[in-house]
């Protein structure tokens, strides 16, 4: 199967292709264009057809939290989400609330 590189040609005989992602690899989430030009037997070329596929990451964050216990009254403690974590991503905020 063909690799994609953005703005190498890949010419087939087969009107289908398989845009195979190696998962070492993957597209980053955003928008990629793709452009079709078809030649006929006599050379000729069509006008290129264009589609854009947006990569999107659709799976969820996982929230790790890492704190003490158990803490004295009065005393500070801290907190941490370092061990959290996104597949497809990166985690870019973390919203913390104190529920009781």
């Known amino acids: 199967m063909p690799e994609f590189k953005i703005g190498e040609k890949i010419e087939t005989t087969d009107p289908k292709i398989e845009v195979t ?14 452009q079709l030009v078809v ?19 659709s799976e969820r964050p996982t929230a790790v939290i890492d704190a003490p216990r158990a803490v004295e009254v009065g005393q500070s403690f801290d907190m941490s989400g370092e061990r959290s974590l996104d597949v497809g991503g990166r985690i870019v905020s973390y919203v913390w609330t104190l529920l009781g």
């Open 21 to 34: 992602i190696d998962p070492a690899n993957p597209l980053r989430p955003g928008t990629y264009r793709f």
């Open 39 to 57: 030649v006929d037997d006599s050379g000729n070329e069509s006008e290129p057809a264009f589609v854009n596929i947006i990569v999107r990451d």
